[in-house]
C-alpha cells in the first residue's frame, strides 16, 4: 500500500501518484469570513482561532512545501497594486512563479484555505471556483468550509465541480465529544457534521475532516474515540492539529490563566502514532501536527519543530513495528 519503505499514506505522494507527475496545493484567500463570527453561528471564532483564520495553522511563513504538500507562502502578500485580495486565478500564477526555481512547472490544486469557504452566494462561488480552475497548471479544487454551511444549492455547485474536476471537500469537526465542542465555541453540531458527510460522500465527494489532539478537558482516550468516529465512514482523508496556542486568543487568555495543559513533544507523538494505527490505510494522511508564525505562537514552543515531531513519529512507527490501519479492524461502519 505505501511506498519507499513509508508507513502510512501521505497525502502528497498520493497525489504525485494519482496525476503522475508532482502536484501541489495552491492557497487561495478569497476574502471569505465565517458564520462563527459574524453573528450567525456565534461570536469571535472559534476559541483557538486567531483574526487570520485557519491560514495560521498552515506553515505560512515557511518556503517549499508543507506536508500536506501545499505551497507555503504567505497568501495575504497577493494583492492585486489595488490594495484588494487578487483573484484566486492571480494567485495561483504568483505561488507557482514562487517555486519555479526549485520545481519545474508543476500542476496544482487551489486550496480555498482561509475561514469558511462555502459560506458566501452561491453564484460568488462559482465565480471563484471557476476562475481558479481556468490556470492551466489548476487540476482541482481542496476548499474547506464548516458542516453547516453547505447548503442544497451549495452542494449541487459542488456537484456539478466533481463531475467536471477533482475535488475535494474539507471539514473542521475537531472533535467529535459534544462538550469539546462547547467549550472551544466550534458552534456545529456533530449531527450537522454526520448529515454533511452523508451527502458529499453520497454525491461522490472526497471528503477531509480535521481533528484537534490536546484540547481542553481531552484524554488521550477521548482524541482516539474521535479518530474512530471519523473513520466509520469511508472519508478520503483525515487531518490532525496539534493545539497551538496563538497569541491574542481566548484560548489563549485561558492558557495565561493556567486553564489549558499542553503536552510534552513525546506524548503528542505517542497521541499521533495511536491514531495513525486506528485509521484505515486507504485513508489519506494531509496532516500529523499544526504549526503557526512563530512571532504568534505561544506555546508549546516545541510545536515550531515539525520536522523533529515528523520524524519522531516515523521512529515510533518503526519502534513499534506498526503502520497506518494496523488497529483499524471494525472501525468501519457495515455496508
Known amino acids: 500500500m505505501f511506498r519507499n519503505g513509508a508507513r502510512y499514506n501521505s497525502i502528497g ?52 512545501l508543507s506536508e500536506d504538500g501545499r505551497m507555503i507562502i504567505p497568501v495575504k502578500e497577493h494583492a492585486d497594486g489595488s490594495g484588494e485580495i487578487a483573484p484566486p486565478v492571480q494567485q495561483i500564477s504568483s505561488q507557482l512563479e514562487f517555486i519555479s526555481e526549485k520545481w519545474s512547472d508543476p500542476l496544482c490544486l487551489a486550496y480555498f484555505q482561509n475561514f469558511t469557504n462555502t459560506y458566501a452566494p452561491v453564484e460568488q462561488l462559482r465565480r471563484l471556483y471557476y476562475n481558479a480552475l481556468s490556470h492551466p497548471k489548476c487540476v482541482g479544487l481542496a476548499i474547506a468550509t464548516r458542516p453547516d454551511c453547505i447548503g442544497p444549492d451549495v452542494l449541487e455547485l459542488l456537484r456539478e465541480i466533481n463531475a467536471q474536476t477533482f475535488l475535494w471537500i474539507e471539514l ?83 492558557y495565561l490563566n493556567g486553564e489549558v495543559p499542553l503536552p510534552e513533544r513525546e506524548e503528542y507523538i505517542q497521541w499521533a502514532v495511536d491514531a495513525l494505527e ?22 508549546p514552543l516545541w510545536a515550531a519543530d515539525k520536522r523533529y515531531i515528523l520524524n519522531g513519529i516515523n521512529k515510533e512507527l518503526k519502534k513499534r513495528g506498526s503502520i497506518q490501519g494496523c488497529r483499524a479492524a471494525g472501525i468501519r461502519n457495515p455496508r
Open 13 to 64: 505522494p498520493w497525489l504525485s501518484r494519482y496525476f503522475g507527475e508532482r502536484t501541489v496545493k495552491a492557497a487561495i484567500d478569497a476574502g471569505f469570513t465565517c458564520p462563527n463570527r459574524d453573528g450567525t453561528r456565534g461570536w469571535g471564532g472559534c476559541t483557538f482561532c486567531s483574526g487570520e483564520g485557519s491560514g495560521e495553522y498552515a506553515g505560512i511563513v515557511h518556503t517549499g
Open 278 to 299: 486506528l485509521i484505515p490505510e486507504d485513508i489519506t494522511i494531509h496532516r500529523l501536527t499544526g504549526d503557526a508564525p512563530q512571532g504568534m505562537l505561544r506555546a
Open 172 to 254: 473542521g469537526l475537531q472533535t467529535s465529544h459534544p462538550q469539546t465542542a462547547e467549550r472551544i465555541n466550534r458552534c456545529c453540531t456533530l449531527e450537522e457534521y454526520d448529515r454533511c458527510v452523508s451527502q458529499l460522500l453520497e454525491s461522490g465527494i472526497r471528503v477531509v475532516t480535521h481533528l484537534m489532539f490536546g484540547l481542553p478537558g481531552e484524554s488521550r482516550e477521548d482524541m482516539m474515540n474521535s479518530v474512530r468516529y471519523v473513520c466509520r465512514e469511508e472519508i478520503f482523508g483525515i487531518k490532525i492539529h496539534l493545539l497551538n496556542i496563538l497569541k491574542g486568543t481566548p484560548m489563549d487568555r485561558l
